[in-house]
Structures are given as C-alpha cells and as structure tokens.
C-alpha cells in the first residue's frame, strides 16, 4: 500500500483546525455560558483562526517528509504557538482592543496548547505505527555496488517510518556489501524482469553517469511502466555537498551551492525582518537597559561604554562593530582574542559575556545596515587574513551580512576558538546557513539563542 503520504498534512492540517476552535470555543462558553458570539468576537474567532494557518505556512509546520525527529516536530509547533499569541497580540494592542476578555484568551491558549501537543504527539506516533505495520510504503531497487549505493541503501534501512522496502540491487560490477538476505542481488540483466514481477514504484541510479545508453535505455523502461527513476550523481568530492542545476536551454548546468540571498525578494524579506525585529528591541530593551549597563560600566573600570572595533562585513567590507565593553582598555584589543580566565575581563564584564548582554549594541549595527539579526558572527580583521589562508571555503561566509547570532553559535561554536577544528566547524556550519537560508530558519536560529541564554552556554566567556 502506497501513496497516502501526501495525506498526512491534511490530517495534522484538519486536526489543528479542529482543536483551535474547539478550544476557543469552550472556553468561551465557560466564560459566558454562551455560544452566541458578539460581533467583536466573531472578528476574533475570524482573526484566530487566519492568524493560526499563516503562522502554520509559513513555519512550514505540514511538510511532513521526514517523521524521525519527534522532538523537533513539537518543537517546531511549539514556535508556531508562540508566534500566533505573539501576533494576537499585536493585533489586539494595535486596535486597542481592551473589551475582549484577558481570561478567555489566557485560558483558550492554555488549553490550545496542551489539546494541540496532545494531538500532534498522537497523531505522529499513529503515523509510526501505520509504517511499522506495513502500509503506505514504496517499493524500490537500487542500482549500483559502489559506496554511493551503500550509503542510499543503509539510509533506506536505517528506519522503518520512512516508508520504504528495498527489494533489490542490481550492479553490472560486484556489489561491495553486504545486503539483507530477503533482497535480491543480481546483474542489470534481470532488473527489468523483476521490477515488473514485484511491481516495483521506483529505482534508483547510483552508477557513472558515463554510461549514457544504459541510463537512456532504463529511463524508457521506467516510463513505460509508469515507475519513477532517480538518477543519484556522486557528489562526495566536495566539501559542501548541496547542490543545484539550473537548465541553459537543454544544457544542465550544476551549481555547487545554493544560495537563497541571492534572490532579491528574499533578501527584501530578511531586511524587512532585521528593521523591525531590532526597532523593537532599541525601543523596547535598550532604550532602559543602556543606561543601567553604562552605568555599571563606568562603576567598574575607566573607559567609554562602548568598544567600537572593525570587522569583516559582507563582501569583506570593513565595517565598525558595536559591544558593550566588557574588558580593560588595552593595546592588544585588536589583534588578541578573548579567553576563559583572561584578566582583561572586568566583573561586570564576565557577566555580560556569560549573559550575552554584551552582544546588545549590535541591534544598531542591524538597525543602520551594517549586520543582521542572524548570519555569521563577524570576526576581527586579523583573524579573517589568518584564517582565509588556512581554511578552504572561509570566505564564503562573507557572501552574506554578519549577524548577532548564527547556526554555529546555536550549536556550541561560540567564543575562543583554540584549535583550527573549532574555526572550521564555525566555518561549516556558516556556509550550511548560507545554503539553506529561510526566514523560518532565522527564527528558529532565534528561538535557540534565547533559550541558551536562559540555560547557559559553557563556550561564553
């Protein structure tokens, strides 16, 4: 049984719906003994309703491909609560809505958040069970003995839930590994025979693509059976493996990394996103939070409140960086980074560090152009020279603008970077942001900042 995935978004789709009115409305009956809505209220009913499937679009909470992290699923879903109460919010602040009543809402999205946790976790956990037993898989057979093969194979077995059997591998040369003893082994000459006789949805190509006649010869065979063929061109030579290709007419042309910034529209939207979210914050947060921090500042050594410095910016362009200081004046500021137990650092410095406070001034820099919210951290101008000598790939990450966090902050390469591996996986992870680029991915880059702060990151000096 197969073809029932692309189902699986409607279900979670019609459930959510469901448990979103279900809530507002039960809690609204328990407020007012009623179901006779107002016509403010019908506006919020409407209004809770839309608000709830944009957030859910646009966090992309249904594309539902890969069902093997759990916990990342309900963490997605998570953000999407939050966000949708965050943008009520607004809404109802910006047209001064005071009559609605503060207890429905608190409790509608108190019970909204338990019944939806509830039913996500369920309904994963249904679809777990409904792979397990057998249904709604595909059949498939790979082509090739190489390790490119090897991998695509172990990948297919590794899970059940991705809803794929493997029933044979086919290989004119000798398959380099071992397979299950249920899946066929044999030459290109007996695939098409057994394809047909197992009623197989899709193969998968994993020989040179030199061989233009067998690749021709299968492609006609696949559709004239009306199975799916998949061509899967070995890659592994390069350090960053995504890759896209475009067409010049008949001609395919493979580009080594995607990069979503490119697109105008898309870098509209990440400026768009970096205005507001640091107007926010200048107005909100450091328009009291400045004073109380310089004025701890001041108390704790000589010096101005805040350390200017130059650092690599997009294109490479030197730019002018803002921090809180956090350390004596010193000749070496330029040219020495900081380290755990360097006597540099004042009291109320190692604080702001810890608590990432210092970072603080550089919404500014966001705010005026020169950084956005999220990209990679910018370094010292020092250490761009050393470091794009030693590292392929480094300077990649000056394609895009600097940001005030970054994916490689959120996964533990933050601060002293004492071995070249650790530059190399900030570098890594720098370029795997460039590549994958959505404001989704910012905000979830965001999410995870805040919540190391909270619960402490050992690598902040």
């Given at each position: 049984?197969?073809?029932?995935?692309?189902?699986?978004?409607?279900?979670?789709?019609?459930?959510?719906?469901?448990?979103?009115?279900?809530?507002?409305?039960?809690?609204?009956?328990?407020?007012?003994?009623?179901?006779?809505?107002?016509?403010?209220?019908?506006?919020?009913?409407?209004?809770?309703?839309?608000?709830?499937?944009?957030?859910?679009?646009?966090l992309?909470?249904?594309?539902?491909?890969?069902?093997?992290?759990?916990?990342?699923?309900?963490?997605?879903?998570?953000?999407?609560?939050?966000?949708?109460?965050?943008?009520?919010?607004?809404?109802?602040?910006?047209?001064k809505?005071?009559?609605?009543?503060?207890?429905?809402?608190?409790?509608?999205?108190?019970?909204?958040?338990?019944?939806?946790?509830?039913?996500?976790?369920?309904?994963?956990?249904?679809?777990y069970?409904?792979?397990?037993?057998?249904?709604?898989?595909?059949?498939v057979?790979?082509?090739?003995?190489?390790?490119?093969?090897?991998?695509?194979?172990?990948?297919?077995?590794?899970?059940?839930?991705?809803?794929?059997?493997?029933?044979?591998?086919?290989?004119?040369?000798?398959?380099?590994f071992?397979?299950?003893?249920?899946?066929?082994?044999?030459?290109?000459?007996?695939?098409?025979?057994?394809?047909?006789?197992?009623?197989?949805?899709?193969i998968?190509?994993?020989?040179?693509?030199?061989?233009?006649?067998?690749?021709?010869?299968?492609?006609?065979?696949?559709?004239?059976?009306?199975?799916?063929?998949?061509?899967?061109?070995?890659?592994?030579?390069?350090?960053?493996?995504r890759?896209?290709?475009?067409?010049?007419?008949?001609?395919?042309?493979?580009?080594?990394?995607?990069?979503?910034?490119?697109?105008?529209?898309?870098r509209?939207?990440?400026?768009?996103?970096?205005?507001?979210?640091?107007?926010?914050?200048?107005?909100?947060?450091?328009?009291?939070?400045?004073?109380?921090?310089?004025?701890?500042?001041?108390?704790?050594?000589?010096?101005?409140?805040?350390?200017?410095?130059?650092?690599?910016?997009?294109?490479?362009?030197?730019?002018?960086?803002?921090?809180?200081?956090?350390?004596?004046?010193?000749?070496?500021?330029?040219?020495?980074?900081?380290?755990?137990?360097?006597?540099?650092?004042?009291?109320?410095?190692?604080?702001?560090?810890?608590?990432s406070l210092?970072?603080?001034?550089?919404?500014?820099?966001?705010?005026?152009?020169?950084?956005?919210?999220?990209?990679?951290r910018?370094?010292?101008?020092?250490?761009?020279?050393?470091?794009s000598?030693?590292?392929?790939?480094?300077?990649?990450?000056?394609?895009?603008?600097?940001?005030?966090?970054?994916?490689?902050?959120?996964?533990?390469?933050?601060?002293?970077?004492k071995?070249?591996?650790?530059?190399?996986?900030?570098?890594?992870?720098?370029?795997?942001?460039?590549?994958?680029?959505?404001?989704?991915?910012d905000?979830?880059?965001?999410?995870?900042?805040v919540?190391?702060?909270?619960?402490?990151?050992?690598?902040?000096?």
């Amino acid at each position: 049984m197969k073809g029932y995935s692309q189902y699986f978004w409607v279900i979670h789709f019609t459930g959510d719906l469901f448990i979103v009115n279900f809530a507002f409305l039960l809690t609204y009956y328990l407020k007012f003994e009623t179901l006779m809505f107002s016509d403010k209220y019908k506006f919020l009913f409407i209004i809770f309703n839309g608000i709830w499937v944009l957030v859910a679009l646009f966090l992309k909470l249904y594309k539902l491909k890969r069902l093997r992290r759990l916990d990342r699923v309900l963490f997605n879903l998570f953000k999407a609560f939050i966000f949708n109460a965050l943008v009520i919010s607004a809404i109802l602040f910006s047209l001064k809505a005071s009559e609605f009543s503060r207890e429905h809402l608190y409790a509608t999205y108190v019970l909204l958040f338990v019944l939806i946790m509830f039913w996500r976790y369920s309904a994963i956990k249904l679809i777990y069970l409904f792979r397990k037993s057998g249904f709604n898989y595909k059949r498939v057979l790979i082509i090739g003995g190489n390790e490119v093969a090897n991998q695509l194979y172990n990948y297919f077995i590794s899970d059940d839930v991705l809803g794929i059997r493997v029933k044979g591998i086919f290989s004119d040369s000798d398959i380099s590994f071992d397979v299950k003893d249920n899946i066929r082994k044999g030459g290109l000459h007996e695939l098409e025979s057994f394809a047909l006789n197992n009623e197989v949805d899709e193969i998968y190509y994993c020989m040179p693509l030199t061989y233009t006649q067998k690749i021709k010869g299968l492609v006609d065979f696949c559709d004239q059976n009306m199975i799916r063929f998949k061509i899967i061109p070995d890659f592994r030579g390069f350090l960053f493996k995504r890759v896209n290709i475009d067409f010049y007419d008949d001609v395919p042309v493979v580009t080594l990394r995607a990069e979503p910034l490119t697109d105008i529209t898309n870098r509209f939207f990440k400026r768009i996103f970096d205005i507001l979210f640091s107007a926010l914050v200048i107005v909100f947060v450091l328009s009291w939070l400045y004073p109380v921090i310089a004025i701890l500042i001041k108390l704790s050594s000589k010096g101005p409140v805040l350390f200017r410095q130059a650092r690599s910016g997009v294109g490479n362009v030197e730019f002018m960086c803002f921090k809180f200081r956090s350390m004596n004046q010193s000749v070496d500021a330029d040219t020495k980074q900081a380290f755990k137990g360097d006597t540099r650092i004042t009291k109320i410095g190692a604080f702001l560090r810890r608590s990432s406070l210092d970072e603080f001034p550089q919404f500014f820099n966001v705010f005026m152009g020169d950084m956005s919210i999220v990209g990679p951290r910018p370094h010292m101008l020092l250490h761009t020279e050393e470091y794009s000598a030693l590292i392929n790939k480094y300077m990649v990450r000056q394609l895009v603008k600097p940001g005030i966090t970054g994916a490689a902050q959120i996964k533990g390469y933050r601060g002293e970077t004492k071995e070249l591996r650790d530059m190399e996986g900030r570098v890594r992870l720098d370029v795997w942001y460039i590549e994958n680029w959505s404001l989704s991915v910012d905000i979830n880059i965001i999410f995870y900042t805040v919540w190391n702060i909270f619960k402490g990151d050992e690598n902040a000096l």
